[in-house]
Every structure is written in structure tokens, then in C-alpha cells.
């Protein structure tokens, strides 16, 4: 946590405990502008910029382009792609590309769309006929291509067994080891991320095309935009590939079995030929990649009428953001992390602008970054100036009570009309009332001191009642989302539950030692079931469970990872393809 000179003067006891916070000395850019170069102060700024991030993060490598309608205006590299060898990163290093990658697995669908071999409305077992998963809301006819690309599918969020490791499970294989799961919501009632999903429309194109899937990707897409030096293989090799790094330190990125959910390498020069193909309506070069009224499709929002979304929109793949640009154009995108590396991709077709940043770093902020970068050449090469409103509620908002959100349970308490005290594994924070009418966090240092944070203050909160869930809804930087849902005590838990009560070890750990579970607690506290789950950092995510039978329980919750099944089976806890068996003899 950093935090801003101008507070430590506030909270002097922050430098008594020790606290090392570093004070920018280097002045940002004045704005200026030269007829030879329209973005000459953008990059003279995002040079600055990132910079500042670099030093401030601790990051090692990071690269970025900029594209204006068929030109990469500006490339560059930041820091290294392997310092221990002192390379530096270029505008041709590659990275893994994480979640971009489905937009082209989303593309090829459309693809196969356009020959008429697929019907995004029909059942999806019609293009992978082996798909079967339980379910809880009757026939799974309603999943289909559509809702797989928006993520409301209803389809659990992520197999984690052997998800990044040395021999990972393939994308082939995840259809055969779902069909004892089940599904997390009804299709269409939620935006529920799902790596999982994706990873078996991958397969359903590679059925229906007769081809392997990163063959099929390559010949309709990655070769006809000219991405010469990108791939989809389980792990980042060869001339140009980057190393990564978590918290400065060298770190393994291993391979990912998922190809169409996760497994693009590549580089910003050639995910920057994504952009030009948009801001042509689907031709890049002599190539017609795909149909302009196929990309208007994919472009236009599928979830309108899905109230528990909050506003956020989605098309075929593409996130919809009318709100960065200040309501003056659209932009269309999508991010992707990894177990260390981070991306994303973002166009404004109207302005026919495009950014690409891609880093090598689990702690740099992407989507930031390239948001910024994104601002700033529209506004040079508009002349305008974007207005960003800030979202305003007036309505009262009750936030007491047990909830269960994105970092796990979270009990808020009232102190005033105006002030609460939120209590969670990542520590104690203050809510209080703004002059908007929503609220703003604080974290409590050592439960008592509230200090502000950066990241923090770019949070406003409200509650909401949605389709009768209690919900407290979050912006961030213009986003919206259901950060939370109230969760009444369970009035009867089935006694087979109180005897699962104790520490398990997972059977199947996941590799990546910064993901690594150290400990898993099944307890029952203040009437409330839950799973503490210890990663190696220290840190604790504690899961409300709701059991439903003697054997069965779901994670409470709204979004992704959440309203999954947990079940027991003959001694062993079994979720999302991870095994907990019970520690015997350990003291509880």
C-alpha cells in the first residue's frame, strides 16, 4: 500500500511503525503539441506515466502501442523482459496474452457462423454433443454459443485442477471431468465470468470445424491479420518471450492446458493488427477477416435486460465501456492476467483509435494504463476534452449485516447514521457517507486508524435490493458491480455438516507456488458455515457455504466463483476439480 505524502503528515504514527512511503520528485509533463506529431505529448506523458508505475510497483517490463486507424503510431518498451540477461522489452516481446484470448475464440465462432456450420441460439451440446453437466434449473438446452461469449452461460467459473502446471489438463478433457458438477445459475441471469465455458466453446469450434482448435484460430484469423510472431501454445517460448516476475522476483509461468480460454502469446505490435481490422469494419490488408455486419453483432450489448449486471455491458466477447470516453465514443475490450503477466486491449472504432499494453508483472495495472493512454490520444486527436461524471446515488443505504463478496465473508457493522465498520480477512475498513450519497472506504490501520488509500477512494458503494438479493453495488474507475449480497443466518443446518467440521489438506494442489493452498478450515461460526482456505501468502479467504443436503452445499454469493456446489463424497470435499481430504489428528 502506498500512501500519499500529504496524508503522513496527518498520521505521524505511520512513520513511528515503520512505514517507507516514496514521494514523486519528477514533474509531469506540461502539454504541448507540434504539427509533425499529433501525440507527440501523449507519449511524452505516458512516458512519465508509466515510468511512475514502474518505480512505484516495482516492475521489471512493459510494452504498449498505439494505434490511429491503420498505423501503429507509436511502440514501445519499457524495463526489461529478462533482466537477469538484460534484455530490454521491445515492442516485439511477447507476452502471454491471458483472457484476449477469447476474443478469438469468439471471433471463430462468428467465423463459423458466417459459413452457417453454427447457430449461436441452438443448445451448445448441438455443436459438442459429449457436454452434460447437472443442473438445478431444469434442462441445460438453454446454454448455447450466445451465452457462453457473455459469460451467462451459468456455468461454473474455473476448473482449477491442474488449470497452470507442468502437465496441465487440456482443453479436450474438460468436458469429461464436469459431469458430476453443476451448474452455478439459471443461463441468463447473471455476468458470471467463466473460464470454463469458454475453454469448451474452444472445443465445440474445433469439433465443428474438423480442425485443432489453435489451427483453426491461426488460419482464420491470426495469419490473415498478419500476427506473424503469435501463437496458441500451452506455454510462452522462443525468440522474443518474455520472463515474468510477481513482486520483482523471477517467477515460473507455466503452461495452461485451456488454449481458447487463455493460451494467445503474442506481441502489442501484433495484437495492434486486431485494432486496424476494427477500425476497417473487418478487412485487414487485402483480407476480409470478418463480416462488417458480424463485428456489428459483436459490438452490439446482449445483457440489457439483465438486471442483476448493474449496468455493465457486454457483446460477443467484447466488454462495452460508454463511460471512459465521457459518453463521446464507444470502446470495446478485454484484459488478461496470467499467473504473472497481464494485458489488455481496448478500440474506439468511432475515433478508429486502438491501445495494446501488455507486461510481464502479476502487480502492474493494464487495463489502467491503457485506459489513460486511450484517453489522452482521443482527446489529442479530437481536441476535446473528456467530462467523466461521476455515478451519483441519493438513496439511503443500509449496509449492516453478514455478507458475502468478492474477498470473502464481510460483516459491517453501523457506528452512526452516516459511518460503518466493515470486518474481513484483509483487514477492518470505514465506510462513510458521502455528499453524493454513497460511500467511500477507508482502511483501518490496525483496526483503529482509517487512512486513505489511492485505489481505495476510486470505490463509491450503495446498496440495492435486486430481484430480491440485499445488495451492496461498487464503481471503480467507472465500472460497476455487485461487490457483495447480504446473507441471512441459515435457520437449519443438516447435522451431517457439524461433523465435517475441521482442517483439510487439497489431494491436488494447484502448482503455481504463489497460488499454493496451505490449509483448509470447514467451521461453523455465529450460525454461519464456512470454508477458510490459507493460500502461502498468509492470506484467508473465507467462503459462506449454504448446505442443502447432507452432502451438498453452495458458495453464497452473486458473480463469479459464487452459487457453486461443494460436495462431499466418500470422506473428500470436492470443488471446482480440487480434492480437500480431512486431517486426522489435528487439533481443531
Known amino acids: 500500500m502506498k500512501l500519499k505524502c500529504k496524508t503522513i503528515k496527518k498520521i505521524p504514527l505511520i512513520s513511528m ?58 511502440s514501445e518498451g519499457f524495463g526489461y523482459a529478462d533482466r537477469e540477461n ?40 448441438t455443436y459438442l454433443p459429449e457436454f452434460s453437466i447437472k443442473s438445478r434449473f431444469g434442462s441445460t438446452d438453454s446454454i448455447t454459443p450466445r451465452n457462453i461469449m457473455t459469460h451467462h452461460s451459468g456455468l461454473p467459473g474455473d476448473w482449477l485442477d491442474r488449470m497452470f502446471a507442468s502437465n496441465p489438463l487440456t482443453y479436450t478433457e474438460h468436458v469429461k471431468v464436469i459431469k458430476n458438477e453443476y451448474m452455478a445459475y439459471r443461463p ?52 522474443h518471450a518474455s520472463k515474468s516476475y510477481s513482486k520483482g522476483k523471477l517467477t515460473d509461468e507455466l503452461p495452461i492446458g485451456e488454449l481458447p480460454a487463455g493460451a494467445l502469446n503474442t506481441s502489442v505490435v501484433d495484437l495492434a493488427h486486431l485494432a486496424m481490422m476494427i477500425n476497417t469494419n473487418g478487412k485487414y490488408g487485402d483480407h476480409e477477416v470478418l463480416k462488417h455486419a458480424t463485428l456489428k453483432k459483436m459490438f452490439t450489448v446482449q445483457n440489457k435486460s439483465v438486471a442483476l449486471d448493474v449496468g455493465t455491458e457486454i457483446g460477443l466477447g467484447y466488454f462495452i465501456d460508454n463511460a471512459l470516453l465521457g459518453k463521446k465514443d464507444t470502446v470495446y475490450s478485454h484484459g488478461g492476467n496470467t499467473i504473472a503477466q497481464n494485458a489488455y486491449f481496448c478500440v474506439s472504432p468511432h475515433s478508429k483509435l486502438g491501445v495494446v499494453v501488455m507486461s510481464n508483472n502479476a502487480g502492474i495495472d493494464a487495463m489502467d494504463i491503457a485506459n489513460k493512454l486511450l484517453t489522452k490520444a482521443w482527446e489529442a486527436k479530437t481536441g476535446k476534452k473528456v467530462e467523466k461524471k461521476k455515478t451519483t446515488r441519493t438513496n439511503a443505504s443500509d449496509f449492516e449485516g453478514i455478507y458475502s463478496t468478492m474477498a470473502g465473508k464481510v460483516k459491517i457493522e453501523k457506528e452512526t447514521d452516516d459511518t460503518y465498520t466493515a470486518y474481513s480477512d484483509s483487514g477492518t475498513f470505514k465506510l462513510s457517507k458521502t455528499k453524493e450519497g454513497t460511500y467511500k472506504l477507508k482502511y483501518k490501520l490496525l483496526g483503529l486508524i482509517p487512512i486513505s488509500n489511492a485505489e481505495l477512494d476510486d470505490f463509491a458503494l450503495y446498496t440495492d435490493n435486486i430481484e430480491g438479493n440485499h445488495v451492496i453495488v461498487a464503481t471503480f474507475k467507472l465500472n460497476k458491480f455487485i461487490a457483495g449480497v447480504k446473507v441471512d443466518k441459515p435457520t437449519n443446518i443438516p447435522l451431517a455438516w457439524k461433523s465435517y467440521e475441521g482442517h483439510y489438506k487439497v489431494m491436488n494442489n494447484l502448482e503455481p507456488k504463489e497460488r499454493k493452498i496451505e490449509d483448509i478450515e470447514f467451521t461453523i461460526e455465529e450460525g454461519y458455515p464456512l470454508i477458510k482456505a490459507k493460500v502461502k501468502s498468509g492470506q484467508t479467504l473465507t467462503m459462506i457455504l449454504k448446505p442443502i443436503n447432507d452432502t451438498e452445499a453452495i458458495i453464497e454469493g452473486l458473480g463469479r466463483s459464487m452459487k457453486e456446489t461443494i460436495y462431499m463424497k466418500d470422506g473428500v470435499f470436492h470443488h471446482a476439480g480440487l480434492r480437500f481430504e480431512k486431517i486426522k489428528g489435528k487439533k481443531q
Not at 506540461?30 to 516495482?58: C, G, L, N, S
Not at 538484460?86 to 476474443?103: D, H, M, V
Not at 447473471?190 to 482448435?213: P, R
Request: hydrophobic letters at 40%; one cysteine or more.
Open 17 to 74: 511503525l515503520g512505514f517507507l512511503v516514496g514521494c514523486s520528485t519528477i514533474p509531469e509533463p506540461k502539454p504541448f503539441h507540434t504539427e509533425a506529431d499529433t501525440y507527440a505529448y501523449v507519449k511524452a506523458y505516458m512516458r512519465w506515466y508509466i515510468k511512475e508505475q514502474m518505480e512505484e510497483k516495482d516492475l521489471v517490463g512493459l510494452s504498449v502501442a498505439l494505434v490511429d486507424d491503420q498505423k501503429i503510431v507509436w
Open 86 to 125: 538484460k534484455i530490454i522489452a521491445t515492442p516485439q516481446t511477447r507476452y502471454r496474452a491471458g483472457s484476449i484470448t477469447k476474443l478469438f475464440t469468439g471471433m471463430s465462432v462468428m467465423k463459423l457462423a458466417e459459413e452457417g456450420k453454427v447457430n449461436i441460439d441452438k443448445p451448445f451440446k
Open 188 to 239: 441468463n441471469t447473471i455476468l458470471s465470468y467463466s473460464n470454463l465455458a469458454i475453454t469448451l466453446l474452444g472445443y465445440s469450434i474445433e469439433k465443428v470445424s474438423g480442425m485443432k482448435y489453435a489451427k483453426y484460430v491461426d488460419n482464420v484469423l491470426l495469419t490473415p491479420l498478419g500476427m506473424q510472431h503469435s501463437d496458441l501454445e500451452m506455454a510462452l517460448k522462443g525468440e
